[in-house]
C-alpha cells in the first residue's frame, strides 16, 4: 500500500489525445470523470471505449433490455464531460475473459483513435481502503490487464498482423497507460474545476444508480465523489483530487 505521507505527481499535460479503456458503463464516472471534465475544457481529446454494455448491471432488467438503456446513459454521462465518442466493444458483460481476443480489440481501438494517453480502471485484486478494500470484478481485472498488454501490442506489426490488412497501422505512440482508482496511486489532477460535473455524469446512470442504492440518487453520486476526491487530499496539496497509477512507456 502506498504511504499516505508520500506526495501524488501532478499528471503528465503535455499530451493533446488520450482513450479510456473500461469495462463497464459508469466505470469511468466512479472513476476519474473529473479529471476528464478538465482535460476536455482545456482542449484536449478523450474518447470512450467499453469493453461491454452492462447488460448484467441491473437485477430487475434482462440484459436484452439492460443493454440499450445503459448505452444510451453512458452517451449522455460522456457528454456532461465533453466526451462525444463513445464505443462498445460487446464482450459479455461479467464473464470478459483475459487473452489474446479482449486485446486485440482494445489493441484495435488503440490502432484507431492514436492516443498519447490510454486510461483504465483498477487492475489489481482489491480496492483501496478508500473504498473498503474490497475484492474486485474479474472483468475489471481482464480490462485493466489487457488495457495494459495492449499499448504494446498496439505498436508491434506481428502481433495481430490481421489488423494492418484491416488498415489499422501500428501505433507505438502512447506514452503512458494511467490506471484509475488503483489500489497503488502515484499521480493526480486536481479535481476541483471537474467535481460538480462529474457529479452529474454519474448521475446520467440513473437507471443503474436507483436500482443500486435506496439512497437519493444525487446524493448518493456527491457523497460517493466528493468523498474520494477529498481522501486524496492529504497527497496532494489539499486539493480534491483524481488518481492515477501512471505507467510510462
Known sequence: ????????????????????????????????AAAV??????????????????EAGIDTLPPAECAPLREAEQRASAAVVGVSTVEFLDHQDGT?????ALRRDIAAAIRRHRPELVITLNHRDTWGPAVGGHWNTPDHVAVGRATLDAAGDAGNRWIFPD???QGLDP????????VAGSTFPTHAVDATPGLE????????HRAYIEALTDQNPEEYCRTFLTGNAEA????FGGRPAVTFELFSR
Not at 20 to 30: C, N, S, T
Not at 39 to 53: I, K, Q, S
Not at 171 to 178: E, K, Q, T
Open 197 to 204: 460535473r462529474s457529479v452529474l455524469s454519474l448521475l446520467e
Open 1 to 32: 500500500m502506498s504511504d499516505p505521507n508520500d506526495q501524488l505527481h501532478p499528471m503528465p499535460d503535455d499530451w493533446q489525445r488520450a482513450l479510456a479503456v473500461v469495462a463497464h458503463p459508469d466505470d469511468l464516472e466512479y472513476g476519474c
Open 37 to 54: 471534465a478538465g482535460w476536455t475544457d482545456a482542449g484536449r481529446e478523450v474518447v470512450y471505449t467499453l469493453v461491454t454494455r452492462g
Open 96 to 100: 470478459i475473459e483475459y487473452g489474446t
Open 163 to 165: 489488423l494492418v490488412e
Open 232 to 235: 486524496a487530499s492529504a497527497r
Open 171 to 178: 501505433w507505438d505512440g502512447v506514452r503512458w497507460v494511467a
